[in-house]
Structures are given as C-alpha cells and as structure tokens.
C-alpha cells in the first residue's frame, strides 16, 4: 500500500480541542517567527522559512495557510500561488519562476503549489515530456538540498482529503455563489483522472522525500484536524530546523 492508503483520514476533532490546539500552535508559531525574523532575542536573524502546500484539489490548503499566517504581522511574510507558468516562464527551466520568491535569511514564504507540478499535472496532462518530467525528480531534490545548506528550512506538506470529500467540497462550491469561482472544468477533469495523479503523487514521495525535505501528509477530511495537524506539525520542523541551524 502506499502513503496515500495508510494514511487515516477517519480523524476528528471537536470543536472546544480544536479552539484550544488552535490557539497553542498559533501563539508558538508567532514566537518562532518573530525569532527567525530577529524581533526578539537582539536582533539576531535566523533561517529562512519556505512551506511549500501541496495536495487534493478542494483539500483545504487555503483555509491551513490563512490559520497559519492569521498571527502573524502581514509584513513579515509573503504567500504566492503558482498556476500554469506563462509564455515567459516557458521559456526558462523550469525552477527558474521560483527562486526569486524563496525567503532569505529571516524570511517567511509559503507557496501554495510550487515545482512539484512538473511531476504531477504537467506529467499527468502530457504538458512535459516523459524526458523532462523523469528527470525532474532529482533536479527538485538536488535544487532542495541546496536551498537548506544555504540557510532555509523546508517544509512539504501534501494535505488529501478522500475521493467521497472531495465531491462533497466541489458540490458545496458550485452551490455557493461566493465560493463558485475556486471550482473550474480543470478540477472536474482532474478528479475522473484521479487514479493519475495518485500514482503520480505516490512515485513523487518515494523519489523526493529526503533528509533535508521530508513530506508530512496531512488527512485533511475534517477541515479542523488537517489546520491543527499542519500547524503542528510546522512548529516541529521550525524547532527542528533551528537546532540544525545553531548546531
């Protein structure tokens, strides 16, 4: 079985745990960010911080990062969203989008999607060939290790929520006039392609999961657990980043 099958997407929270590990992880997330950002503790500047999102259409990544950044003072972070690259971009490789965003020394970034679309969608829907997209995996992986010996803490998440959910989640958007414009025919087109991208998603752990860029899947079926369970699990990487840092 792989990662995806063993993962239990039967976890729940309620709502008085929710509301207090909630709090807990942000007020602990606030001080190690304040501390990497050297606001505190005299001014001195620690790692980068670079919490690349990835996952289901419709699993929840949006409602983790706006919990993850909600703390946080707008100034000391930055959020980008990457979609299909542009003329421009297509002419460049294919990491090259990218570098100009990854924080430096005390910044914080989160990408909601990110390099990883060259061994998933762009593998899947035919848009990189098989040369470009094989070989991806250890420019990604060498690319990685690169940016955390240089002073970056890297941290992956994959958040999947259950094929069943996520009709749930795309029927709730297409009812919700405010809500209608996150569901497109991509997303529909995706899902019959679902076994695809699963594959996909499952080679892609084995081949760039590493000592300096491990994956946390996230069970993201119940929308209070998957928050909790990414800020959490965060809070751990930036401990243990740091520790490396000062080693």
């Known amino acids: ?106 910044g914080l970034c989160v990408f909601d999607r990110s390099w990883y679309g060259r061994v998933l969608v762009e593998r899947v829907e035919g848009f990189a060939t098989t040369a470009e997209w094989t070989r991806a995996y250890d420019e990604i992986v060498q690319f990685e290790r690169g940016l955390v010996q240089e002073g970056v803490i890297l941290v992956k998440f994959w958040m999947e929520v259950s094929p069943d959910e996520q009709l749930e989640r795309f029927k709730s958007r297409q009812g919700d006039p ?29 081949r760039t999961d590493h000592a300096l860029g491990p994956w946390d899947l996230i069970a993201a079926d119940q929308k209070k657990f998957a928050r909790v369970a990414v800020l959490e699990t965060l809070i751990k990487r930036i401990e243990h980043g740091i520790e490396l840092w000062s080693a």
């Open 178 to 206: 405010l809500r209608s414009w996150k569901l497109t025919e991509e997303d529909w087109r995706n899902r019959d392609k679902r076994h695809l991208y699963d594959e996909a998603a499952e080679e892609m752990f084995e």
């Open 1 to 106: 079985m792989g990662r995806l099958e063993n993962l239990d997407k039967t976890v729940r929270l309620k709502q008085d745990e929710y509301e207090r590990r909630l709090h807990a992880a942000q007020v602990r997330f606030l001080e190690l960010r304040l501390a990497l950002g050297g606001h505190v503790n005299g001014g001195d500047i620690g790692p980068g911080l670079l919490v690349v999102m990835e996952g289901s259409d419709a699993g929840g990544k949006g409602g983790a990062i706006r919990r993850m950044v909600e703390p946080l003072d707008p100034r000391h972070y930055s959020v980008y969203s990457y979609a299909a690259p542009d003329p421009r971009e297509l002419r460049h490789h294919f990491l090259w989008r990218f570098w100009a965003k990854v924080p430096g020394r005390g």
